[in-house]
Nanobody, 121 residues
């Protein structure tokens, strides 16, 4: 059974930082591209960043603007999202996703359950 389990969300003040983790099990982790998505209330889910199989390449959404850094540790079957300079508009549920190389990010193979990030003073 495949599981993607996110952690690290919470409440943070504007300008603060959070580090999210996503631990994967039940799949050949190094054979899957990984990504972070987010969904704010009333908005569609959007991709934040995607990572290649090795993590040597990462592709960020424009709205990240250099504030977030993502990485993966294939030895630990885990990906990370370091978020700095958080703003209220970053408030959302953050999800990790896994996709085979033959799958697209419009329909990844697996989703995590999500972790809430709230940015508020």
């Amino acid at each position: 059974q495949v599981q993607l389990v996110e952690s690290g969300g919470g409440l943070v003040r504007p300008g603060g930082s959070l580090r999210l983790s996503c631990a994967a099990s039940g799949l050949g982790f190094s054979s899957y591209r990984m990504a972070w998505f987010r969904q704010a209330p009333g908005k569609e889910r959007e991709r934040v960043v995607s990572l290649t199989l090795s993590g040597s390449n990462t592709y960020y959404a424009d709205f990240v603007e250099g504030r977030f850094t993502s990485s993966r540790d294939n030895a630990k079957n885990t990906i990370y999202l370091q978020m700095n300079s958080l703003q209220p508009e970053d408030t959302a549920v953050y999800y990790c996703a896994a996709a085979r190389v033959t799958s697209s990010w419009s329909n990844p193979d697996y989703w995590g359950q999500g972790t809430q990030v709230t940015v508020s003073s």
